[in-house]
Each structure stands twice: as C-alpha cells, then as structure tokens.
C-alpha cells in the first residue's frame, strides 16, 4: 500500500511542476511578430502566384475551345479556382504550370497528356468549388 501511494506522490508532484508557471515559461518559444507577419504575406504571395498560373492556363482561346468541346465550364472553373488551397493548389498549379510550359514552347499539337492534365487540373477546380 505504501508503495502506491509513493507512486501517486510522485505523479502529483511531477504534475505540478510541469505545469508551473516558471516551466511553461521556460520551455515556451517566442516568435517575433513581424516574422509572423513575412511568412503570412509570402504564402499569401505563393498562393497567388499558384492560383495566376491556373488562370493564364484555363484563359487561353485553345483550352477554352477544347474544354468547350467536351462540356466543360471553364467559366465555372476560373471562378473556383480562389477556393483552392493547401496541397490541391499546389498540385493543381504545378500541371497548370507545365501545361502552360508546352503550350507556351511552341507546341502545335496537342499531346494526349496535355489533354489530361488539362482535364484533370478542370475537374479538379470544379470539384472544389
């Protein structure tokens, strides 16, 4: 029996001081404000920067004229496309990116995977929004 209330002395006393005052102060880390402020301000230039590449991607006359072909909204799509975030903007502006990379690189034709990752990067907005 002595041992167990040994055990709970011990556990109470190590509750207590952990969660001091003093300890907590100890172990907690600050973080400047204005360091706050720069790391807000550049995911929020990040993210405009994703959201300026899917937008140039679904302006273009010919992914226009191709979504319209399969009877996709492009207009529903650029309109969702500030509703994206996190880890699908991310995704969803790196194929923009490398659609727009071909596109833009002179190619004349368009690739099977070209009309995939256009496709995906369309249903993928629209699914967002």
């Known amino acids: 029996m002595k041992l167990k209330e040994l055990a709970v002395a011990a556990l109470v ?3 207590a001081a952990g969660s001091s005052p003093a300890w907590a102060q100890q172990t907690s880390i600050v973080v400047d404000r204005a360091a706050v402020e720069q790391a807000l301000q550049e995911k929020v230039v990040s993210d405009e920067s994703a959201r300026d590449s899917i ?3 679904l302006g ?3 992914v226009k004229a191709m979504a319209e072909g399969m009877g996709l909204d492009v207009r529903r799509a650029e309109g969702a496309v500030s509703s994206l975030e996190g880890a699908d903007l991310q995704r969803v502006s790196a194929r923009a990116t490398a659609a727009n990379d071909l596109l833009a690189g002179g190619a004349t034709t368009v690739t099977i995977s070209l009309v995939a990752i256009l ?3 369309i249903i993928v907005i629209l699914l967002a929004s």
């Open 60 to 62: 273009r006359d010919d």
């Open 55 to 57: 937008r140039t991607l």
């Open 13 to 15: 006393v190590a509750f």
């Open 119 to 121: 496709l995906i990067i």
